[in-house]
């Protein structure tokens, strides 16, 4: 009875893995946008928090340039906390039946 127990508990683990392997490449694909001056620079992140796109208006490369680096850096930012939500809720729908505790940050 042990020995069914213990396979049926590494046949979970192997799912799990599989699970998470999977979600890391959905993640991988995962974009989402953070803006910033009122959607007038935006940034396109994968939810592996790699930028794949920064566009900026035209309006503001005659502006002051620290202004832009601002609203640049804000809109990383903005992209990030995307990121960070887009994972959590993820890996909720992926961890929910496992009863670990909240804010559990497993390894990407």
């Known amino acids: 009875m042990m020995k069914a127990q213990l396979a ?3 046949r979970q683990a192997q799912q799990m893995q599989e699970s998470m392997r999977k979600l890391q490449e959905e993640l991988a694909a995962t974009e989402v946008e953070g803006q910033s001056g009122a959607g007038m620079v935006k940034v396109t992140m994968t939810c592996r928090h790699d930028v794949r796109r920064v566009s900026i ?3 503001l490369l ?3 340039k620290d202004m832009l680096e601002d609203l640049v850096a804000a809109a990383v930012n ?4 995307k990121v960070e939500a ?8 992926l961890t929910g039946g496992l009863g670990l505790p ?6 990407f």
């Open 8 to 10: 049926g508990l590494m």
């Open 57 to 59: 208006d035209p309006s």
């Open 62 to 64: 005659a502006d002051d």
């Open 78 to 81: 903005d992209a990030a906390r």
């Open 86 to 93: 887009a994972v959590q809720e993820k890996m909720s729908a």
């Open 102 to 107: 909240p804010g559990l940050n497993l390894p």
